[in-house]
C-alpha cells in the first residue's frame, strides 16, 4: 500500500508519495490537465502493482484529475481544506505553508486518518465510460513505464552514452528515435548531426535542432566502457526489440488520449463549485 497527497491547484498540482511506513518514496509538481494524469500514472507505477493498492488524498471531489483518478482504480478521499490545515498544526513544527508540505500532509493524512473521511466514487453513466478509458490509459502507462525501466537496466550492461543522454526519459520520441537508428554504442557513435536532427524533427522538435542534435552527437561519442562485440550486438537486438514495442506504446496512448480528453472534459468542474464534507 502506498499514500499519495495532491495539493491542488489551477495550473498544476504537487504531488507526495508515502510508503506505510510514512517514509517519502517519491515526490514532484505536474501539470494539470491529461498531461498531468499522464506524469502521475507514470510516477506511481514504479512503487505499486495493482492501482488498488495507491490511496490518495486531495482537497476536492470535482474535476478532471479527481475523475480520472476514480476512474484509473485509484481508492481516493476528499479532504475537506479546514480538517487538512487542522491536521497540519498538529503534526507539522513549521506553520510555514508550501504546496510541497502540504502534499505530504494530505498524503499522511490518508495514511493514518483516512477513515474519518469519506472515499470518493463516480456512479453515473459518464462516470462508468470514462472508468473503462481511464484504467485503459493507465494500464498502458504503467506497461510503458515497466519496459522504460527494461530498457534503462539493458542500457546499462552495455551503452552508458545513452544513458547519459536521455537520463530517465527513455519513452521520450526522441529517445526511441535514436535507439531505433542507433541500438549499438558503435551504431550510436556512427550517427551524423544531419540524421540527429532527422530524428529530433520527426519526433517533433522544431526550435534548437541542430544545437541538440551536435549535444547528443557529442554524448554518444563520449567514451564509454564497452561489452565484448558479441553481447553487445545480443542486447542491441533485445534492445530494438523494446524501441519497437515502446513506440507503439506511444502511439496506442496517442491515440487513446484522443478519445479519453474529451470525456475527461465533459466532467470537468470549476474550484469554486468543488464542496467536500467530512
Known amino acids: 500500500m502506498i499514500f499519495v497527497g495532491v495539493d491542488w491547484a489551477e495550473a498544476h ?4 508519495v508515502l510508503d506505510e511506513a510514512g517514509a517519502v518514496l517519491a515526490k514532484r509538481r505536474i501539470a494539470d490537465g491529461l498531461e498531468g494524469v499522464r506524469q502521475l500514472h507514470a510516477m506511481l507505477a514504479d512503487h505499486a502493482e495493482d492501482p488498488g493498492e495507491i490511496v490518495v488524498g486531495i482537497e476536492t471531489d470535482r474535476g ?14 476528499a479532504i475537506n481544506p479546514l480538517a487538512a490545515s487542522r491536521y497540519r498544526e498538529r503534526h507539522v513544527t513549521s506553520r510555514a505553508k508550501s504546496d510541497a508540505g502540504d502534499a505530504k500532509v494530505l498524503a499522511d493524512l490518508v495514511r493514518t486518518d483516512r477513515h474519518n473521511h469519506r472515499p470518493v ?14 484504467r485503459a490509459h493507465q494500464n498502458l502507462i504503467w506497461s510503458r513505464q515497466r519496459l522504460a525501466n527494461q530498457l534503462r537496466s539493458n542500457l ?3 551503452y552508458p552514452a545513452a544513458l547519459a543522454a536521455f537520463g ?15 541500438p549499438t554504442p558503435p551504431m550510436g557513435r556512427s550517427l551524423s548531426r544531419a540524421k540527429l536532427a532527422a530524428i529530433l524533427r520527426r519526433a517533433g522538435r522544431e526550435r534548437g535542432v541542430h544545437q541538440k542534435a551536435a549535444a547528443l552527437q557529442a554524448q554518444l561519442r563520449a567514451p564509454q566502457l564497452a561489452a565484448p562485440g558479441g553481447v553487445g550486438d545480443a542486447y542491441g537486438k533485445s534492445v530494438a526489440a523494446t524501441v519497437r514495442i515502446l513506440r507503439e506504446l506511444n502511439a496506442q496512448l496517442a491515440s487513446l488520449e484522443a478519445e479519453l480528453a474529451p470525456v475527461l472534459k465533459s466532467t470537468r468542474t470549476p474550484r469554486s463549485t468543488a464542496v467536500c464534507l467530512d
Open 121 to 134: 466514487a463516480g456512479d453515473s453513466e459518464l462516470a462508468a465510460s470514462l472508468q473503462v478509458l481511464a
Open 64 to 77: 478532471l484529475l479527481v475523475g480520472a483518478l476514480v476512474a484509473a482504480g485509484y481508492r481516493l478521499y
Open 168 to 182: 530517465t526519459d527513455l519513452a521520450h520520441p526522441v529517445a526511441l528515435g535514436v535507439l531505433d537508428a542507433a
Open 156 to 158: 546499462r550492461e552495455y
Open 13 to 16: 498540482h504537487d504531488v507526495c
